[in-house]
T-cell receptor, first 110, second 114 residues
Framework: QQPVQSPQAVILREGEDAVINCSSS?????VHWYRQKHGEAPVFLMI?????EQKGHDKISASFNEKKQQSSLYLTASQLSYSGTYFC???????????FGQGTRLTINP | GAGVSQSPRYKVAKRGQDVALRCDPI?????LFWYQQALGQGPEFLTY????????KSGLPSDRFFAERPEGSVSTLKIQRTQQEDSAVYLC????????????FGQGTRLTVV
């Protein structure tokens, strides 16, 4: 049931873009994206509920495909503060629990 | 309170000792989740409460793990006869709704079993 995230790790220079993918073998009710910095609690970025939905704020956005089995997180013109581990968290159709992906470690270098 | 509060922040237990980890969710939040996060890994689901009802405990690794939320607010995760493999950060999260709202996470309790 765990979603598959890719890539597992990304190293960027400040100002570069990144895409993180999250896919599930089952249709999803929703996808949540969170960022966790070392030693801290995961922090909410956004939630997607509808197939074909796209949303974002500032330079971070996400999409949810029509079949509701895949989501991507887009980070544009990355800043040093974007460093951390990004998790997609899914809720499968008919279920209640939030299931984490394995995470994508993003490192932004100056 | 302002956020999800977990206590203690750090706990060192001798192997075989029982421990109790506390989670104070945001007031009024219906849903409460417990996760276990091993070093360098993503959080693994343990259990889920909707108010006082434990709707899913499929992630509890053994019968040594027990969670409760008797009045639908504060929750306690209890681990009996701790083992070294129980060493991890235990995260608690709460959300206002059921499935379509943001979950707020606590700072976690880092449990080290020696």
């Amino acid at each position: 049931q765990q979603p598959v995230q890719s890539p597992q790790a990304v190293i960027l220079r400040e100002g570069e873009d990144a895409v993180i993918n999250c896919s599930s073998s089952k249709a999803l009710y929703s996808v949540h994206w969170y960022r966790q910095k070392h030693g801290e609690a995961p922090v909410f970025l956004m939630i997607l509920l509808k197939g074909g939905e796209q949303k974002g704020h500032d330079k971070i956005s996400a999409s949810f495909n029509e079949k509701k089995q895949q989501s991507s997180l887009y980070l544009t013109a990355s800043q040093l503060s974007y460093s951390g581990t990004y998790f997609c968290i899914i809720i499968i159709q008919g279920a209640q629990k939030l299931v984490f992906g394995q995470g994508t470690r993003l490192t932004i270098n100056p | 309170g302002a956020g999800v509060s977990q206590s203690p922040r750090y706990k060192v237990a001798k192997r075989g000792q029982d421990v109790a980890l506390r989670c104070d969710p945001i007031s009024g939040h219906v849903s409460l989740f417990w996760y276990q996060q091993a070093l360098g890994q993503g959080p693994e689901f343990l259990t889920y409460f909707q108010n006082e009802a434990q709707l899913d405990k499929s992630g509890l690794p053994s019968d040594r793990f027990f969670a409760e939320r008797p009045e639908g607010s504060v929750s306690t995760l209890k681990i009996q006869r701790t083992q070294q493999e129980d060493s991890a950060v235990y995260l608690c999260a709460s959300s206002q709704g059921y499935r379509n709202t943001e979950a707020f996470f606590g700072q976690g309790t880092r449990l080290t079993v020696v």
